[in-house]
């Protein structure tokens, strides 16, 4: 028997997949909606993302001072096989319990944070590569609570973007990237 984040983290790298295969080798210079990084750091970024809570779902640690770059060789295709084991690491029905022994915070706030950088970034990478973005609403409606309330202390540590204030007819992804610092209205352009 599996938890019920498992499947709403498959579905946010579901949807981020397809935009990641889109990425063009010449794309990979263009700036990103994260002004920290153009698409190759992103892409590099989002794969230790991946592979990192891979290790913090089993209660392991992680190493987040330096990025490798991991694109090489197929990494389109490696892309997808690592969300699957991030999906299958966060599948065990005791994977949402205690605390996280490599982030100090509840299991549960960790996978909320990878299942929302896995829907924030797949956005980011949609934007900055011209491509369609379609997130699964289910993890937008379990990720989008989530970061609103980790948004004061992921701000504190640099991680958020101060919020910029929702219109009353922003929807709920357009709140998400906004609680994250993001203009949904962002163009490279």
Not at 30 to 54: E, S
Not at 152 to 169: L, N
Request: hydrophobic share 40%; charged share 25%.
């Amino acid at each position: 028997m599996t938890n019920m984040i498992s499947p709403l983290i498959d579905s946010a790298a579901r949807a981020t997949d397809p935009v990641v295969r889109g990425v063009r080798d010449e794309q990979l210079g263009l700036p990103t909606p994260c002004a920290d990084y153009d698409v190759r750091a992103l892409l590099n970024h989002l794969f230790h993302v991946v592979i990192g809570f891979q290790a913090l779902a089993v209660r392991g640690t992680a190493d987040f001072s330096s990025t490798p770059d991991r694109l090489a060789g197929d990494w389109r295709t490696r892309f997808r096989e690592e969300t699957v084991k991030l999906a299958e690491a966060w599948s065990a029905p005791d994977a949402l319990e205690g605390v996280s022994q490599g982030m100090g915070l509840p299991q549960r706030t960790v996978a909320h944070m990878v299942m929302g950088d896995l829907l924030v970034h797949g956005w980011d990478l949609a934007r900055a590569t011209d491509q369609d973005y379609r997130p699964d609403p289910a993890a937008l409606d379990e990720a989008g609570p989530a970061f609103a309330e980790m948004a004061p202390m992921a701000r504190k540590a640099g991680v958020f973007g101060e919020e910029i204030p929702p219109s009353p007819g922003a929807t709920p992804f357009e709140r998400l990237l906004m609680v994250s610092g993001r203009d949904p209205g962002w163009s490279s352009r």
